[in-house]
């Protein structure tokens, strides 16, 4: 009789918690009940077309226009004028002679990648173009630089192994 007690308190006991469980899972199919009858009212239905129209002009904007991110990066791709060049938001003149002028009084810098040969002397990319046209260096990135080299008629190259 005493090992019977002990099992109807060991049953009791563990009764607790699995009417809580019983209870959550009550609640959840109420929820999904609740939802059901939700998505059969008729202003969800009209709205549903409405909000996934809006979720694929959206995405086809962003395809169309890229993120601000790539804009803001790759701005130097798109200049109206071709003697001017967009380095992080700011319009720099860029002229040839005006910008081997500018790299004459420089001292280049050790090359890690890319380089472009500047009146006979070798320049890191992203010097170069920094000092011939007084944009901050972080206001742009390697491919930018190698793009305006290129505009400005210079071959870039990779340093060899």
Not at 57 to 86: C, K, M, N, W
């Amino acid at each position: 009789m005493d090992i019977t007690a002990h099992l109807m308190a060991a049953i009791d006991k563990a009764a607790g918690p699995l009417d809580r469980l019983a209870d959550a899972a009550e609640d959840a199919t109420a929820h999904v009940a609740h939802a059901s009858r939700f998505f059969r009212r008729p202003i969800m239905i009209l709205a549903l077309p409405f909000i996934l129209g809006a979720s694929i002009f959206a995405t086809y904007q962003l395809a169309i226009r890229g993120h601000s991110d790539a804009v803001g990066r790759y701005e130097a791709f798109a200049t109206e004028s071709p003697s001017e060049i967009r380095l992080g938001g700011v319009s720099y003149p860029l002229d040839r002679k005006g910008f081997e002028a500018r790299l004459a009084r420089a001292q280049p810098e050790d090359i890690r990648k890319y380089y472009v040969e500047i009146g006979g002397r070798k320049f890191p990319v992203k010097q170069a173009v920094s000092v011939g046209t007084g944009a901050p260096r972080a206001s742009f990135g390697t491919e930018v630089a190698i793009h305006t080299l290129t505009r400005l008629g210079y071959t870039t190259r990779e340093m060899s192994n």
